[in-house]
Each structure stands twice: as C-alpha cells, then as structure tokens.
C-alpha cells in the first residue's frame, strides 16, 4: 500500500519555526519527485516547494524561498520541510505528494501519492 504520512504541524508565533516530516512507504521513493504543497480555507492548492527524483533540483514557490528549505532522506524515506521565519499567511493544510516532474525548467505535482496533511497555523 502506498502511503504517505506528514507530521510535524502545530501552532507558532509569526517568526517562529518547524519541520515537517512525510514519510513514505509502499513504492520505490527516489524513483519519484517528490514535494509539499498547500491549502488554506478559499485558496487555490498552491506548490510549495520540490525535489527532483535524483534529488539533485530543488524548487520553492516565490512565497517561501528564503525561508524554507527542502530535503528527503532516501534511506528512510522521509522528507522534510524547515520552515523558518513563518508568516500568518504560511498558515495552511500541508501535504506531501509526488511531482511529474521537479527541474530547472518547470514543476508539477501530480497527487497520485499523498498524505492526509498537516495542519500549520501561524499567529499574528
């Protein structure tokens, strides 16, 4: 069964700190792009940030470069998202999912694999 699994939400002060965890069981993890993507109550599912299945492109939406940084551990499947500086407006559901595809030239998740989110609010 493929699964995905996040963790690492909660609540924080504007300013503050997480990392969010996902981890993946029931397919071959680095034969996939992977990534983070988004969705706050009346907006659009918005990608946050990728890494492509050699692991070796990174991606991050304008929103978030900067601030939060990507990484995946192959051997234990599991990818990771330091969020840094967080912003009332990084408040969302966040989901890991796969991506198409994850390059220099464009990305695009594709949610044929994804988890069932976690929740990071962000305080005024």
């Known amino acids: 069964e493929v699964k995905f699994v996040e963790s690492g939400g909660g609540l924080v002060q504007t300013g503050g700190s997480l990392r969010l965890s996902c981890k993946a069981s029931?397919?071959?993890?680095?034969?996939?792009?992977i990534g983070w993507v988004r969705q706050a109550p009346g907006k659009e599912r918005e990608g946050v940030s990728c890494?492509?299945?050699?692991?070796?492109?990174?991606y991050y939406a304008p929103s978030v470069k900067g601030r939060f940084t990507i990484s995946s551990d192959n051997a234990k499947n599991i990818m990771y998202l330091q969020m840094n500086s967080l912003k009332p407006e990084d408040t969302a559901l966040y989901y890991c999912t796969t991506y198409d595809y994850c390059s220099a030239y464009g990305t695009r998740y594709d949610m044929d694999y994804w988890g069932k989110g976690t929740l990071v609010s962000v305080s005024s």
């Open positions: 029931g397919f071959t993890f680095d034969d996939y792009a």
């Open positions: 890494i492509s299945h050699s692991r070796d492109t990174t």
